[in-house]
């Protein structure tokens, strides 16, 4: 997926975050099948279950069945076409959860030969956080970061500038 160039920034400020709110050993649900984050949770101490690669706007099985005390979702929520159905079944009492932020600058992602690598949705900050607390959730903690990249060009340019993930840490109402 990541071609050997891993979201080391991404990942250093999500694995940060959640220690700073929940410190290990805890069991996590994370939503999507296992990755590298996965195994960086795991490294840590947390005691990590994925999905299986179920669509997750149709077939709840697994979450229904989860009793971890954590469900995570990083760049998950974009790809579903009704996130509020799978955040209100969620059984856990926290939640981590980060999106790509809507760009002014890019259209929404496409993949071309994965229909599973799309974005149905691109949020704006406030948008996710309406869906959090429709479907039940109280946001304690949030922080945006940026992505630069290693190109030359004005998109590459405001990238260094522009937030382009909204991270939260959630309870249960």
């Known amino acids: 997926m990541y071609e050997g160039k891993f979201p080391k920034k991404r990942y250093k400020k999500t694995i940060d975050f959640m220690l700073k709110h929940q410190a290990p050993p805890t069991s996590v649900l994370d939503l999507g099948i296992e990755n590298p984050f996965s195994e960086v949770m795991q490294n840590k101490g947390y005691q990590v279950a994925n999905t299986k ?9 697994t979450v229904m069945n989860s009793n971890a005390e954590i469900t995570t979702a990083f760049e998950i929520f974009e790809h579903l076409l009704a996130p509020f159905n799978v955040l209100s079944k969620l059984k856990s009492n926290y939640l981590f959860a980060s999106i790509p932020l809507k760009l002014w600058f890019a259209n929404a992602y496409q993949s071309k030969t994965d229909p599973w690598d799309r974005h149905y949705h691109e949020f704006e900050d406030w948008q996710f956080d309406w869906l959090l607390e429709k479907s039940g959730w109280e946001i304690m903690d949030s ?19 522009t937030p382009r993930y909204y991270l939260v840490y959630c309870k249960r109402k």
């Open 143 to 161: 922080i945006q970061f940026t992505n630069p990249v290693n190109k030359i060009g004005f998109r590459p340019l405001l990238r260094k500038f």
């Open 53 to 61: 690669g179920e669509d997750l706007d149709l077939d709840f099985t």
